[in-house]
């Protein structure tokens, strides 16, 4: 099982060190901008690095949304970054599930879903695999609740996408982490990532902060049984730089009787 955090773009081999983590997740561009990115320098270097990459796409985009200004981009967006987290030898690309509007039919959301990987067939389709991730808030979201989300995959399953279940978004988003891997992949069929975060906020808060793993409002042992159950990487998202996800990964490889990478 690896096991990483998100960390700055700037050095992320450096930063995995420092972390004697096995995988890292950075973004290519600001997260918060339209901007696509720019080729790395240091690419080859991270094609040949035995770190696991895996990139995340900027929280603007929003491929479900209605309005054409946001999701036309938003389809751009995302491919620029899937060709572009190739170029680094990226093992998938994250990316939030995304909303419609309060008063917007879900289901025409949904049908964006696809459309949106039609698009990209159309140019070859994605480099890397597209990792939907689970989100904490809002009624009208494509992948918080179960429900929604298994209406989300009966649109878009045929393509081979990929999920990543983020412990806090699930807490925080109202569905309970016990039994929760099962429940999901009853669904998906797989998990493809986990992003281990504890939650400053209350079950079913709907609010999106996380918290160290020993801190917070969710039981780290039921954090610890999402990922076992789920077999898959991990990757923490985690405050307090390299010391403290240096610390939340030591405690899941004590958790789970993993051995720290060789120096």
């Known amino acids: 099982m690896r096991i990483g955090a998100h960390v700055d773009p700037a050095d992320p081999l450096a930063e995995a060190a420092s972390r004697a983590a096995e995988a890292v997740q950075f973004f290519l561009a600001d997260p918060q901008g339209w901007k696509a990115p720019v080729p790395r320098p240091d690419a080859e270097r991270l094609r040949a690095a035995e770190v696991d990459l895996y990139v995340h796409a900027p929280y603007v985009i929003n491929v479900a949304t209605l309005n054409n200004r946001i999701r036309i981009p938003s389809r751009k967006l995302l491919l620029a970054h899937a060709t572009a987290a190739a170029t680094i030898g990226a093992t998938g690309l994250i990316v939030h599930g995304g909303h419609v509007n309060a008063g917007d039919d879900l289901a025409v959301g949904f049908d964006n879903w696809r459309k949106t990987f039609a698009y990209a067939a159309e140019s ?108 898959a990487p991990v990757i923490v998202e985690t405050p307090g730089g390299a010391v403290r996800q240096g610390e939340d990964i030591t405690f899941l490889r004590d958790q789970l009787g993993a051995e720290a990478p060789a120096a």
Do not use: M
């Open 124 to 231: 070859g389709g994605f480099q890397v695999p597209v990792l939907i991730e689970n989100t904490a808030g809002g009624d009208n979201a494509c992948a918080r609740r179960l429900d929604a989300l298994a209406r989300l995959w009966d649109a878009i399953g045929e393509y081979g996408v990929g999920f990543c279940l983020d412990t806090c978004h699930a807490h925080a988003g109202g569905e309970e982490l016990l039994g929760l891997v099962d429940r999901i992949k009853a669904i998906t069929g797989r998990i493809d990532l986990v992003h281990a975060n504890n939650s400053k906020d209350a079950f079913g808060s709907g609010r999106d902060r996380h918290d160290n793993l020993a801190g917070g409002t969710i039981d780290p042992d039921l954090v610890v049984a999402v990922i076992r159950a789920a077999g």
